[in-house]
């Protein structure tokens, strides 16, 4: 069976993406990207008008892909909520990506330049979305009867999408796997 190539622009996300989270977004220049991926600048300006551009787009299949892992984990009705939440923060737990803060959207969130608000909206609405995505999960367990019906909802949902974020940016400055495992673990007891 004949492979198909991937197109130029799937190697340039691919590229920028891989140059963005291990040397740093602002580090890394159009000439970078050309020079790694191969690809023509000319061509990588056909795709993306500007850098920023170019972020969009990679912060687009993250949040895709991850919304996508999140959903099909969470649609698991076989299993109880206190299971696709373990099964989910296990995926979390595992990250594609090698990045700076442990966390690709950490890590591009903290290195965007003021004036790249439209990019910053868009990595508070992903979490934002992450959010109402755990607080569903709990409402649901507290109907089940997994977790108790005086759940502060809400805050623990937040708490949550904070602490997993903390703990993989903390395992990346600590080089400790291990923390991560125990974050997991202690959110785990903490709604039984």
């Known amino acids: ?14 590229t920028a993406m891989t140059l963005f989270l291990t040397r740093g977004y602002l580090t890394t220049s159009i000439d970078d990207i050309v020079a790694a991926s191969k690809v023509a600048k000319t061509n990588i300006y056909y795709y993306f008008k500007s850098k920023d ?44 990506d090698s990045s700076l803060a442990g966390c690709p959207f950490l890590t591009l969130y903290t290195q965007l330049p003021p004036e790249a608000e439209p990019l910053r909206r868009k990595v508070g609405a992903f979490f934002e979305a992450q959010t109402a995505a755990v607080e569903a999960m709990l409402h649901e367990g507290i109907r089940n009867g997994e977790f108790a019906a005086q759940l502060p909802v809400p805050a623990v949902a937040g708490l949550i999408v904070s602490t ?13 796997p291990a923390l991560l495992e125990q974050t997991l673990i202690t959110l785990a007891l903490l709604l039984k």
């Open 1 to 14: 069976m004949k492979k198909t190539k991937p197109s130029n622009r799937d190697v340039v996300l691919r």
């Open 53 to 96: 551009e170019l972020l969009a787009a990679i912060l687009d299949g993250l949040i895709a892909a991850y919304n996508e892992k999140m959903q099909d984990i969470f649609a698991r009705q076989e299993l109880k909520v206190y299971e696709r939440f373990a099964l989910f923060l296990k995926e979390v737990a595992t990250p594609e």
């Open 164 to 176: 997993i974020e903390g703990a993989l940016f903390l395992q990346h400055a600590r080089q400790n």
